[in-house]
């Protein structure tokens, strides 16, 4: 069935990196937009990057640009997010996400999560 | 601060039908025929359960649809069960950005 599962989460000092990774299966990964959404602890939802289909454009939230980038391996059916010099805001249970239509060069409706990989930055 | 305004909570009881809004301007609601809403249950990833204002993905009850007026969108879950008791959030399309912008979660409570 359609899946994505997400891993690399755990603890980074601030300053410091990590790189999540979200393995896609049962469908065109290539053909889909990929998306990382974020939600700190009792908070909402927030959209941080979005990644086109054939990995030739990305967008980030002003929250994180110059420190998070997107990037994709549709060989490995893979997205990834490269986190540098989190902060404290950063802390959050990050989730990937699936574009509903194929093809697309902008994020819309996300319809395939996956379970969320916590990052928590702490010194 | 959230982009889109959802109510903090709703509540209803069993059979009940409850509609929660969403609030938002005419660079993103008010624009463009491209809201969603997604179910989140604690500790779980959200699923999406409207999309395109009133669409409805396959395997998502008739008890759920969603609507649109001016910059509001709204949805509505009838005949309400234990199991919608969960938070609720939108999100849609934004002119402004080019990444979605989700409202503030609501959470419903079933009585």
């Known amino acids: 069935q359609v899946q994505l599962v997400e891993s690399g989460g755990g603890v980074v000092q601030p300053g410091g990196s990590l790189r999540l990774s979200c393995a896609a299966s049962g469908f065109t990964f290539s053909r889909y937009g990929m998306n990382w959404v974020r939600q700190a602890p009792g908070k909402g939802l927030e959209s941080v990057a979005f990644?086109?289909?054939?990995?030739?454009?990305?967008y980030y939230a002003d929250s994180v640009k110059g420190r998070f980038t997107i990037s994709r391996d549709n060989s490995k059916n893979t997205v990834y997010l490269q986190i540098n010099s989190p902060r404290g805001e950063d802390t959050a249970v990050y989730y990937c996400?699936?574009?509903?239509?194929?093809?697309?060069?902008?994020?819309?409706?996300?319809?395939?999560w996956g379970q969320g990989t916590l990052v928590t930055v702490s010194s | 601060q959230s982009a889109l305004t959802q109510p903090a909570s709703v509540s209803g009881s069993p059979g009940q039908s409850i509609t929660i809004s969403c609030t938002g301007s005419a660079s993103d609601i008010g624009g463009y025929d491209y809201v969603s809403w997604y179910r989140q249950y604690p500790g779980n990833g959200p699923k999406l359960m409207i999309f395109d204002v009133s669409d409805r993905p396959s395997g998502v009850s008739a008890r759920f649809s969603g609507s649109k007026s001016g910059n509001t969108a709204s949805l509505t879950i009838s005949g309400l069960q234990a199991e919608d008791e969960a938070d609720y959030y939108c999100s849609s399309y934004t002119s402004s950005g080019t990444l979605v912008v989700f409202g503030g979660g609501t959470k419903l409570t079933v009585l």
């Open positions: 996400a699936k574009d509903f239509h194929p093809l697309v060069v902008v994020p819309g409706t996300l319809d395939i």
């Open positions: 990644i086109r289909y054939d990995g030739t454009n990305s």
